[in-house]
Structures are given as structure tokens and as C-alpha cells.
């Protein structure tokens, strides 16, 4: 879902820009409000490691695989606002290290996995109870990796409809494909990231962040 | 293993020692100025020039070929339902213009050591934690790769061979449990890594020695890659006419 340079319309470049470092100079104000020494290490060891668990793929069907993007893993694990940072940090590796994702199209990647991806992630977790805490990591995750391929594929249609046809994708091509293919990758995200909540709640609970210390001890 | 060649050429190139702040800021206006270009005449002298950065660069032209070929289903994808939906001639516009900014890109990622980035970064005002973030991000990355690759080792020695669908629990479930237990290792390694940057009299602050310098090759390095962003859209606009 990393958008090369060159494929979006200038306009739909600069609304993406706009989202993304509004929404991610908050989330550096909120995290910053709470920070201490420890924070910056610990984020960043997490950011590697989801950078990391993004490289193992899962299968699919046919022998066709998928990849984690690892929103909803982050917001369940430290918040939606570090979770922002944290997906940005992977992005920004992303794109000046491997060149995976265009410069322009940063500000539209940022928006939709690092911001959509993670708020809808959060916002879907924290709809269930905490009996049903499992099943909304799961639908978190899904949820995610949909929402992020609607915005892409919404992006795709407006930059084809603003630009008379010279950026972009037809809607009716951009929309089906991306949120077919993506409905399924997501079916994968959401059971990699449900086993791997359950895995951490069982070995080491203390990683997950957004849990109260005393619901800690009972898992 | 796969991570010894990710930062490989960044440092044996001659634009290796060039500014960053001025390869960053050329590449950015040069990309801008290539996903406002339609025609195609402009996206091939673009092309063309970014084909003689590759040469004058010296980065091996297998690293190019296969850094551009993450791109290239998203650039075959996005020209063949142009082609359907709008004809030819913007399709071929739209290989072109994703081609010459992946191209760009590569030139830069291939040429810029990661720590010279983040001294560029810096500069341009980025927030000191999102900055620290990636540096201490960058840094675990191969550990971890390291670590995922031991880990790969063990599973296949085992007898795990990946899985066919996403039907398999099996598959699936030792999936996420390596990923867990990257988390929880990468976890417990964070506290040890607190502690020694503590005692190194670590306060959240990252120093470095070197000062940045703009020499004349970044001046022309600039003016060139500017040159060129000025010249496309000139002729796109009909101020200079070029028939190829």
C-alpha cells in the first residue's frame, strides 16, 4: 500500500502532507506532555520491532503472501498517540532507506496507515468490552487495514476525477481491487495481531501499555 | 544475510560526500516538479538526466534495477488501467512521471548514508524525539534482522515450510508467535540498553562531531537538479519548445 511518487494529483500530495503533519505534531505535543528518559528507547525498540515483524510474510492463497502493517499492534500495545510516532518512524525508514514509498506521496502514506490506520484501530478496540478484548484486537486490525485501503483507493478515484484523467486510478477499478485484495491481507493482519496480543498477554504482559498495572497481574 | 547491503553503496559513491541538506532539498523540488508534469517529451529528458546521475553516481546498476523493481507493479498497474480508462498517451505519461521520481529517489537513498539524514533532518527543524526515534529505530532494525533470520533458521530446521493459505493455523500461529517473541525480547533488551546510555550520560539529547558544509559541488549539484525541474516545466508550459 506504500504509494510510489508520480501516481497521485499535486492537489491530493498536499491535502495528504496537511493531514499527516497536523495529526503527527499533535501526537508529538501529547506524547512529549508524558515523556521521560525511557520513552525514546522504548518506542524505538518497539518501532524495530514491528519494522521487523512487517518483513515476515504470511501466506494467502495460490502463493501469494501478505505483510503485517502494524497499526492496530501499536495502538493496542502503547496508544494511539505513540502509535502514530511509531508508524511514522517505520514510513519514514521506509521510504529514505529502501526508497519503499514515494517523498511526495509521504505525507499520503502518513496519513493513511500511520494516522487512519491506527485511529480506526484504536477506536474499534476501544468499542469492546474488556471480556471481548480478544475479538476487537482482531476486528481492530481488520478494520485498519480496510480503512487505510478505502482512504488509498478514495485517493486513487479523487486524484483520477480532479485531474481530468491524468493522475490516479478510476474509481471503479481503484475501489474494488484495492479493498478486495485488502479485505483479505486484512483477514490476515487481524489474526496475526489477535495471536500475537494473546502470545504477549500470556509471556509478557507488561509490554502491553495501555492496560491498567493492576489488570496486568490477573492475565 | 539481506541487511549487509542496505546501507552498502550510501558510502562508496562519489555523491556520498556531497551536503545532504542539498540532496535532499534538489530532490524534493525535483520530484514536485515531476508530479506536475503530463506530457511525456519533459518526463523523457528528465529520465534522461537522472539516467546520467546514475552513471556519473557509480552505484551498480543491479541495486538500481532491483530497488526499482518494488515499484514497478504499482507503476505496470496504475499505466495499464490509465491506458483503459484515459489512452495511451497518459498512461505512458503516468509510467514515465512514476519511473523518473522512483529514480530520483534511488539516486538519493543509494547515495546518503542514514546518520548524514538525520543531520539534514535535523536542520530542517524535524522534532528531536522523532529524530532520536530514528536513530535508535535504525540502530535495532539489525539486531532484530539478525534475530529473525536465527529464528527463521530454527523454525526451517523444523520443518516449518511457510504454509500454502491463509487456512493454516499452524503456519500462522508460528508466525505470530516469532513476531511475539521479537516484542518481547526487543522488550527486555530496551532496559539493558537504558541502562548503559544512562551511564554513558545519555539525557535524551543525540550529539554528533561533524558540522554540515556547503562546498561549490553542492552548488551545482543544486543547480542542476533545480535547472532541470525549471527546465520540464518550461516546456510543458510552451516557454521552450523541444520536439524529440
Keep these: 500500500m506504500h504509494i510510489p511518487d508520480g501516481l497521485m494529483a499535486p492537489v491530493i500530495l498536499a491535502i495528504g502532507w ?18 521521560d528518559e525511557k520513552t525514546v528507547p522504548l518506542m524505538a525498540i518497539l518501532a524495530a520491532g514491528i519494522f521487523v515483524a512487517q518483513m515476515l510474510n504470511f501466506p494467502i492463497f495460490g502463493g501469494t503472501t501478505g505483510h503485517l502493517i502494524g497499526a492496530a499492534l501499536a495502538a493496542v500495545l502503547v496508544g494511539p498517540y505513540a502509535a502514530v510516532i511509531i508508524l511514522t518512524v517505520i514510513l519514514v525508514i521506509q521510504c529514505f532507506v529502501f526508497g519503499d514509498g514515494g517523498l511526495t506521496a509521504l505525507g499520503l502514506n502518513l496519513t493513511n496507515m500511520a494516522v487512519i490506520g491506527t485511529f480506526v484501530a484504536w477506536g474499534t478496540y476501544k468499542l469492546f468490552p474488556k471480556k471481548l478484548e480478544k475479538v476487537g484486537v482482531v476486528a481492530a486490525a481488520w478494520l485498519s487495514v480496510f480503512a487505510a485501503a478505502f482512504a488509498c483507493a478514495f485517493e486513487l478515484a479523487a486524484s483520477f476525477s480532479l485531474s481530468g484523467g491524468a493522475y490516479g486510478i478510476e474509481a471503479a477499478i481503484s475501489l474494488p481491487s484495492m479493498l478486495g485484495y485488502h479485505a483479505v491481507i486484512g483477514i490476515g493482519e487481524g489474526i496475526i495481531t489477535g495471536a500475537i496480543f494473546l502470545y504477549l498477554a500470556k509471556v509478557a504482559p507488561d509490554i502491553i501499555k495501555t492496560r491498567k498495572p493492576a489488570e496486568e497481574v490477573t492475565t | ?11 562508496q559513491s562519489p555523491l556520498c560526500n556531497f551536503d545532504p541538506r542539498v540532496k ?35 552505484v551498480p546498476l543491479i541495486h538500481i534495477v532491483k530497488s526499482y523493481a518494488i515499484a514497478f507493479p504499482f507503476a505496470v498497474f496504475a499505466s495499464l488501467t490509465m491506458w483503459y480508462s484515459s489512452g495511451p498517451e497518459e498512461a505512458t505519461a503516468m509510467f514515465l512521471r512514476i519511473t523518473d521520481s522512483v529514480l530520483a529517489l534511488i539516486i538519493l537513498v543509494s547515495t546518503t548514508p542514514f546518520f548524514e539524514f538525520l543531520k539534514a533532518l535535523r536542520w530542517f527543524k524535524v522534532p528531536a524525539i522523532i529524530i532520536s526515534l530514528l536513530l535508535f529505530t535504525y540502530r535495532f532494525i539489525f539486531v532484530f534482522i539478525d534475530e529473525l533470520e536465527r529464528m527463521k533458521l530454527a523454525r526451517e530446521a523444523r520443518g516449518f515450510n511457510g504454509g500454502k493459505s491463509l487456512l493454516n493455523v499452524e503456519a500462522l500461529r508460528t508466525i505470530a508467535y516469532t513476531a511475539g517473541m521479537i516484542l518481547v525480547r526487543s522488550h527486555n533488551r530496551a532496559n539493558n540498553i537504558y541502562s548503559a546510555l544512562l551511564s554513558r550520560g545519555y539525557t535524551g539529547e543525540v550529539r554528533t562531531l561533524s558540522r554540515l558544509r556547503i562546498r561549490p559541488r553542492d552548488a551545482i549539484f543544486a543547480a542542476a537538479f533545480i535547472g532541470m525541474s525549471l527546465m520540464s516545466l518550461f516546456i510543458q508550459a510552451g ?3 523541444w520536439t524529440l
Design chain 2, 24 to 58: 535532499i532539498a534538489s530532490t524534493v523540488i525535483f520530484t514536485i516538479s515531476v508530479a506536475l508534469l503530463r506530457e511525456i517529451t519533459p518526463l523523457i529528458i528528465s529520465l534522461l538526466f537522472l539516467l546520467l546521475i546514475v552513471i556519473a553516481s557509480r
Design chain 2, 1 to 11: 544475510m539481506r541487511h549487509h547491503e542496505i546501507d552498502q553503496y550510501a558510502r
Design chain 2, 239 to 241: 516557454v521552450i519548445i
Design chain 1, 18 to 35: 496537511v493531514i499527516a503533519l497536523a495529526v503527527i505534531a499533535f501526537s508529538v505535543f501529547k506524547v512529549n506532555k508524558k515523556i
